[in-house]
């Protein structure tokens, strides 16, 4: 079972890497246009270095899925079907369908978050009925206290 913190930390690192190889291929294309290499050249030097990006981003993304797919098992939330292509995409690192899209994400949110807020108000009520009982029986004993103290 992931924690958040392990999550925010694998999230923050393949962010930290990311931003570094696209900062480097940034200056490898500046370097190219510097160099009037021609755009054929420049194309394929992105096509090059998206072999790099890819990876991570698709870490990020599957890292992402995992995250909330936990959430929403350890709810006993519905998460959405495999086959919806809306909600669903195939990794393209390793071709498998195993990616949450943006609406999928969304749809999971919307449903832990549903579940959270009925166990809260489930909560919210008990705690309705049972304050004003529990400051009723403190207000009796400290009236009963002071009668007894005279």
């Known amino acids: 079972m992931m924690t958040k913190i392990t999550y925010k930390w694998q999230l923050r690192r393949l962010q930290e890497e990311l931003n570094r190889l696209t900062k480097r291929r940034d200056q490898a294309i500046q370097k190219a246009k510097r160099q009037k290499k021609s755009g054929i050249d420049i194309g394929d030097l992105l096509q090059e270095w998206d072999c790099d990006l890819v990876p991570v981003e698709e870490e990020i993304e599957a890292w992402k899925t995992k995250y ?6 350890k709810l006993v939330v519905p998460t959405p079907d495999r086959s919806d292509n809306n909600c669903w995409r195939a990794n393209r690192a390793t071709g498998c369908k195993n990616i949450l899209t943006t609406k999928g994400v ?4 919307n449903n832990i978050r549903s579940e959270k807020k009925e166990k809260r108000e489930g909560v919210l009520a008990w705690v309705g009925v049972l304050g004003p ?3 009723g029986v403190l207000g009796a004993l400290t009236g009963l206290v002071a009668v007894l103290q005279r």
């Open 133 to 135: 009982l529990v400051v």
């Open 68 to 73: 909330w797919c936990e959430i929403a098992h």
């Open 106 to 109: 969304q749809e999971v949110r």
